[in-house]
């Protein structure tokens, strides 16, 4: 299947929210007024739909999947979503990769990444950035990343900011990860967003660690935040060319209707590659490792016949 941008696209990296995701995140004291403000001057998302009890998440995911070409989505899936997704996977055989939401600090948590495991999912999704009092190298985690190391299973993290306002960015630093991948050498650790404000600490551990990699997730509209002027070529330039086209994942964030899967991703970062490759700097067959084959070989996804 090619996308609209002419190639086969899997997204590695998005979201499964649905209503009981809403309600767990307002029972937690967040207010739709709050996160509208904070989305709107922070994202693309000029508006969210509610979902309800009627609200089809997976036919809506699936619609979206078909109308821009993507072959399939990789998903982080929270608690309150998680019973649904199991029906989903079984709904839509192959247009979804499952990563389950893990908090290292409960004491069933290697309990739940290998239900995740047997369930079908191919990885895990942790949230130092958002953690209060534990860090991604302390000895609580560990022994997530054993269960991980277990059962083969993907090790997503968001270090960096995040549109979360309750972060303590005391623990969003990517180098926190460099100690778990040296213990944990058969793991791969993926940063999300590029380390969304964190790069240069992203890039020092394409250096330091063969087993940390890298998503280009969102809109990265961390750019915009750092003390000298960058852009999405440069990153790419810069990503590609350090750990090299193996270690780099093509990711939209996408999360919320009615914005939807986010084809302006998609669009602007195909667009940024592909002016690197007629400027000499990757090749053809890099772009394709980014935007299918890396998050393919690395899930073990097979296409559909």
Known sequence: MDSKVGIPVIDAHSHYFNAD??????????????FAKRTSSRTDMTSIELPDENFD???????ELDKYGIETMGVMVGVEAYDEFLETMKRFPDRFIGYANINPAEPDATDKVKKAHKDGFKGIKLYPSSWKGMKAYDEI?????????????????????TIGGQADLRNGNPIDIQVPSRDFPGLKFIIAHFGAGWFREVLMMQYQADNVYMDSSGSNSWMKYLPYDIDLKQVFKKALTTGGSHKVLF???????PRGWRINVLEAQYRACKELEADGVITSEDIHNVFYGNIQRMTGYKPPV
């Open 21 to 34: 995701t809403l309600r767990n995140w307002l029972s937690r004291g967040r207010t739709m007024e709050s």
């Open 57 to 63: 998440t997976a036919q809506r995911w699936v619609d």
């Open 141 to 161: 985690v560990y022994p997530v990343y054993e269960a991980c190391k277990e059962k083969d299973m993907l090790v997503f993290l968001h270090f960096g900011i």
């Open 251 to 257: 990711g939209t964030d996408s999360t919320f209707f």
